[in-house]
Nanobody, 128 residues
Framework: VQLQASGGGLVQAGGSLRLSCAAS????????VGWFRQAPGKEREFVSA????????YYADSVKGRFTISRDNSKNAVYLYVDSLKSEDTAVYYC??????????????????????WGQGTQVTVSS
């Protein structure tokens, strides 16, 4: 599976963007997908994840209520709609695919070590 993230950009605080993660491969629907981000000087952190079927979604507390993850398996794509952006959301955003569709406990999806396919990242910069 190859992943390509896009949709980042420069946006004012309070604004919104839609990030996209396009995937190649016929088995995309069997893989959970996560979004992570890395701000300058900080470690990469979990943002959101969605199961292979799209039935379950998960969010970091810092983005809950502002970000929405979704997927369209017919298009081999996962989206992250980011709203009410804050300066602390500035980071490179990465999408990643996990080996399986879902995990128990679901908190396994919060760890970047679970994922074996990564996209190249897309920069989101929020100006205040």
């Amino acid at each position: 599976v190859q992943l390509q993230a896009s949709g980042g950009g420069l946006v004012q605080a309070g604004g919104s963007l839609r990030l996209s993660c396009a995937a190649s491969g016929r088995t995309f629907s069997t893989k959970a997908v996560g979004w992570f981000r890395q701000a300058p000087g900080k470690e990469r952190e979990f943002v959101s994840a969605i199961t292979g079927s799209g039935s379950y979604t998960y969010y970091a507390d810092s983005v809950k209520g502002r970000f929405t993850i979704s997927r369209d398996n017919s298009k081999n794509a996962v989206y992250l709609y980011v709203d009410s952006l804050k300066s602390e959301d500035t980071a490179v955003y990465y999408c990643a695919a996990a080996p399986a569709s879902s995990y128990s406990p679901f908190t396994a999806l919060y760890s970047e070590r679970l994922y074996n396919y990564w996209g190249q990242g897309t920069q989101v910069t929020v100006s205040s």
